[in-house]
């Protein structure tokens, strides 16, 4: 038996409905899920998607699959301050003279773009793009003139500028693997390869500012004019760039239509190499002044005990494991008309079981909502943890019952715990949730603890899917099954089934630690079942779009703030010393991250 799971990032669309995605291998419709959800937010296109489909844009495809480093660069601590404003002076002119460096190898890969292309049309937009670059160079002469001082001159190029300049021109003079010396091209086409690999190496750093620049915007106040880089991001937000960024794209779309599969290869690991560059340049600015990201840097091992805590269901996972345990159930048990052996424990048949997980579903769905708008106040309230614990507590309540009718139904009998484990090896994390989990666990440096916390019913199916992706090392808090030979009973050890659970074992874990060392916690969540942790860690984050969730928390007083805008923010007032305690449990807000990719930047950092 062999279970096999979509890679899709989309969370399950409703309630008690597994993903379209997720295809076991069995002729009949999967069963429903056990929890909600609600679907992640996708990435918005560019303009220019409105022309041509996005699956065939090349940049946008590369856009989209190389976000993890766009979100390494807005979070990287250069980008933080400068958003912010607090970036010290020094550190912006050190930044201008490595940006003119490069800049100028940017007009001059231009140039030789330009030459290469064979087309009229291709040469004029390439000498539009490098008339652009040089007005680039002019505003940052501008504001070399404004301080008096020739920054340029005074910075040497750094090692992270040389390797990106150094890349740029060895690109836009042919030398890319697989492509002839430039002098030996027989062809005009051979030429004009060259002019789309150099595309490829100069369209990701247009995009990354061109998005740098709109959310630095977005945190501008209507009429912010103290803001010390206002004039920089203005430029960077501005249509004009954005238009620039779109036409690079689009040229690199162009150059690229009459490319093999193979060249097509070699432009996207040029156009990746150049947004790992883009982190390299950013993370190496010289900041002498203290950052809130990434969050492990201010982290002392020696004095700091750094906590990290996370649920599992659609928080680490892109299907609820209740889903993946009753389709174990469903596709291994016995047809209705197949006769079972004595010594085995008595199992209904396939069609049994899918009916009555139908029919659990249907009953929980119904109760869950009527549930959780008897526990809403009229009205919004102050934030206020007790109240919020004693609404939790029906909740609670209303949990247990569930699961003791899903035990009492019988259709968790007979599971064979191998059964269970494959199927953990092929459970389909969210993207950059194992990454992030293995960073965490191999830099034995950072001193820190991982604790999962978990309804899910099974603790071995969580255990295996970390274990299959290389993390062993965390601490597993869930409910188990009870086995004979290996052979589940249909009975549960409960351990972790209800909020209050969750809350009780987040506590007693924070109570076990050393009080030696000061203690951070950091909690990740996406449902109702992990408020009250999420309030209670010093740092809350909620990933993926809960309606349940948000609704609760916000008639309870909680404040839901998207992570970068809040760590911007938190910057500021770090910056000017008005943060005394920088992270406080219990304040009432939570961070929102759309991704992992998000978390593990704050967090970890590059």
């Not at 968790?412 to 993207?431: F, H, S, T, V």
């Amino acid at each position: 038996m062999r279970l096999l799971f979509s890679s899709s990032p989309h969370r399950i669309p409703t309630l008690f409905r597994l993903a379209r995605s997720h295809r076991p291998v069995c002729s009949s419709p999967p069963p429903p899920t056990w929890r909600s959800s609600n679907p992640m937010a996708i990435l918005p296109k560019s303009s220019a998607a409105a022309v041509i489909p996005s699956e065939e844009r090349l940049a946008t495809r590369f856009w989209i699959k190389y976000r993890r480093e766009s979100v390494l660069s807005l979070y990287s601590p250069f980008a933080l301050c400068l958003a912010s404003g607090s970036l010290k002076i020094d550190t912006f002119r050190h930044y201008i003279a490595q940006d003119v460096h490069f800049l100028k190898a940017f007009a001059h890969a231009y140039e030789l773009a330009e030459d290469c292309a064979d087309d009229d049309d291709a040469k004029l937009a390439i000498s539009e793009l490098r008339k652009g670059i040089l007005e680039e160079l002019k505003m940052h002469n501008s504001f070399v003139q404004e301080w008096g001082s020739d920054c340029v001159n005074e910075s040497p190029v750094n090692s992270a500028t040389l390797k990106y300049t150094e890349f740029l021109l060895a690109t836009a003079s042919g030398k890319v693997e697989g492509l002839k010396a430039p002098g030996k091209l027989a062809t005009p086409f051979e030429k004009t390869k060259i002019a789309a690999y150099t595309l490829g190496a100069m369209t990701p750093c247009m995009r990354l500012y061109a998005f740098l620049g709109k959310e630095f915007q977005k945190l501008l106040e209507p009429n912010e004019h103290n803001h010390p880089y206002k004039k920089w991001i203005e430029n960077y937000s501005s249509e004009s760039f954005q238009a620039s960024a779109v036409q690079t794209e689009e040229l690199l779309d162009k150059l690229s239509v009459p490319l093999t599969g193979e060249e097509l290869n070699i432009i996207e690991k040029l156009y990746h190499q150049a947004m790992k560059l883009e982190i390299e340049f950013f993370y190496s600015q010289p900041l002498t002044q203290p950052t809130i990201a990434p969050l492990t840097k201010q982290h002392d091992p020696e004095q700091d005990h750094l906590m990290i805590f996370s649920d599992f269901d659609l928080t680490c996972t892109v299907v609820d494991s209740s889903a993946i345990l009753a389709e174990i159930a469903i596709v291994t048990a016995p047809k209705s008309d197949q006769n079972q052996p004595a010594s085995q424990i008595a199992r209904m048949s396939s069609a049994e079981l899918r009916n009555t997980w139908g029919l659990l579903s249907t009953q929980y769905t119904e109760e869950y909502e009527q549930c959780i708008e008897s526990i809403l106040p009229s009205e919004k309230v102050e934030f206020n943890y007790e109240t919020l614990h004693k609404a939790l507590e029906q909740l609670s309540d209303f949990e247990k019952r569930a699961n003791s009718r899903v035990i009492e139904s019988g259709v968790l009998k007979g599971l064979n715990l191998e059964d269970i484990k494959r199927a953990g090896q092929r459970l389909i994390l969210q993207d950059g949730c194992i990454s992030f989990f293995q960073k965490i666990t191999k830099n034995k440096s950072l001193n820190a603890n991982i604790h999962v916390l978990s309804y899910c019913w099974c603790g071995d199916l969580i255990l295996t899917a970390f274990s299959s992706g290389g993390v062993d090392v965390l601490n597993i808090h869930a409910n188990e099954f009870n086995y004979e030979e290996s052979i589940s009973t249909g009975e549960i050890v409960w351990k972790v089934q209800s909020p209050i659970d969750k809350i009780q074992a987040f506590n007693d874990i924070l109570q076990d630690c050393s009080n030696e060392r000061k203690k951070l916690s950091v909690y990740i969540g996406d449902s109702v079942g992990d408020l009250l942790c999420l309030v209670k860690a010093d740092i809350g984050i909620v990933i993926g779009s809960s309606s349940s969730l948000r609704k609760v928390g916000s008639q309870y007083g909680v404040s839901f703030v998207p992570l970068f805008p809040g760590l911007v923010k938190k910057q500021k007032e770090f910056g000017e010393g008005r943060s005394p305690s920088i992270w406080k449990g219990q304040s009432g807000i939570l961070y929102t991250a759309s991704s992992w990719d998000d978390i593990h930047a704050f967090i970890l950092g590059w």
